[in-house]
């Protein structure tokens, strides 16, 4: 018997959830509506078990979906985009902050925010939550943030290379517990996929021609293990 991991229902759950919604955003039948509406009922009951919940606790995540599911183009359901700021000094330090909602440390990150482009939320991002200013270098990653399992909504991370160039360090009273510069060998415990990211990211610093990272394509496409 296969044992289905509860990240494994949550992306099926995700997934089969956004198919429903984007139906729902362009179909015109009555009847389609009700089939999609009953399919993210079904879906939800997967969530909830996913997330350690109880079925009859479920009605809240189709409450949330059908709160975003919009009619024609902006219907169409994708991942959400986010930002994130390696931001390496002239020691090989690199800047973490250990986050207030879950207290794992791990590299600046934010919303990419209406009205600026990516690196600008960037810039915005690091100087809001840790008082340090950066010049943004280049793209050195793109991660699927549900494949790698720290989000439990289908996200896209683009993660830019940065270097101080001002500031004081100044964490956010609200966003962070704490924020600091570390070496490598020196990360603070509970860092999050430290060994995933910290390679990419001393690499990235020392060779300017290093390719963007991105998750392998799974073989076959979706359904494949990593």
């Not at 078990?49 to 359901?77: C, F, I, N, Q």
């Not at 290379?161 to 009273?173: A, F, N, S």
């Amino acid at each position: 018997m296969t044992t289905v991991s509860e990240a494994e229902l949550r992306r099926w759950a995700e997934s089969i959830s956004a198919l429903a919604r984007t139906g729902l955003g362009f179909t015109e039948s009555a009847y389609e509506r009700e089939r999609y509406e009953e399919i993210l009922s079904i879906v939800a009951d997967m969530k909830a078990a996913a997330d350690g919940e109880a079925a009859l606790d479920s009605p809240h995540y189709v409450t949330e979906w059908m709160k975003h599911a919009e009619r024609g183009t902006a219907g169409y359901v994708t991942p959400k985009v986010a930002v994130g700021a390696i931001v390496i000094n002239d020691d090989d330090e690199i800047l973490l902050i250990q986050r207030s909602d879950s207290g794992v440390w791990l590299y600046p990150t934010g919303w990419a925010d209406v009205g600026y482009s990516a690196p600008e939320v960037v810039v915005k991002e690091v100087r809001e939550e840790t008082g340090i200013d950066v010049e943004v270098l280049r793209l050195i990653g793109v991660i699927d943030g549900m494949r790698l399992g720290v989000s439990r909504i289908p996200l896209y991370s683009l993660v830019f290379l940065c270097r101080p160039i001002g500031g004081e360090l100044r964490p956010h009273p609200l966003e962070t517990l704490g924020a600091g510069w570390f070496a490598r060998e020196a990360f603070p415990e509970n860092t999050l996929n430290a060994h995933r990211w910290a390679p990419v990211a001393f690499s990235a610093k020392s060779d300017a021609t290093q390719p963007v990272f991105y998750d392998d394509v799974r073989d076959p496409v979706w359904r494949g293990g990593e």
